[in-house]
């Protein structure tokens, strides 16, 4: 199981979703608690625009998971719900980082990568290979981030 849920992470950040959802499908239906599962199908389905399909996960932990609430808010244009979990999770900016890039605000996703950064170098390097980022990959400023994280390429 351990395996099926890193490979289904990895298959998010490789845009792989139908292989994603399968895999974290399958170690949620052996364990349904099992760490993070959920939420690697429930960021599946919102990749592949099944978003009420998402939200439904998401709300299962919804504490746990506002980053993807947020998100999924953000890209079916509940506006001012993904604004006010974005300004509940100001100390929290790896979820602001995936709310804002919902919204298209790309200066308030990079600034919130950039405290993520100072925070914790790897995780703001892996979040640059998130899915839902996939709208900032063009900007120049992904490169400067990742050369400064030592992720050149």
Do not use: W
Not at 21 to 45: I, K, M, Q, S, T
Not at 89 to 105: E, F, K, M, T, V
């Amino acid at each position: 199981m351990d395996l099926r849920n890193v490979l289904s992470r990895i298959q998010l950040s490789a845009g792989q979703f139908d292989a994603a959802l399968a895999n974290c499908g399958r170690v949620v239906a052996e364990d349904p608690d099992f760490p993070f599962a959920e939420e690697y199908c429930a960021r599946a389905l919102a990749a592949k625009g099944r978003t009420d399909e998402a939200l439904a996960l998401f709300n299962k932990r919804p504490l746990y998971n506002e980053h993807g609430i947020g998100y999924v808010y953000a890209i079916t244009g509940r506006r001012a719900e993904a604004e006010l979990l974005a300004a509940r999770n100001a100390h929290l900016p790896n979820r602001q980082a995936l709310i804002y890039a919902g919204l298209g605000d790309k200066d308030r996703a990079f600034e919130a990568l950039e405290r993520l950064a100072l925070q914790n170098p790897r995780r703001a390097g892996a979040y640059l290979n998130y899915p839902e980022l996939t709208a900032l990959r063009g900007d120049p400023r992904v490169q400067t981030l990742r050369s400064r994280l030592g992720f050149d390429q």
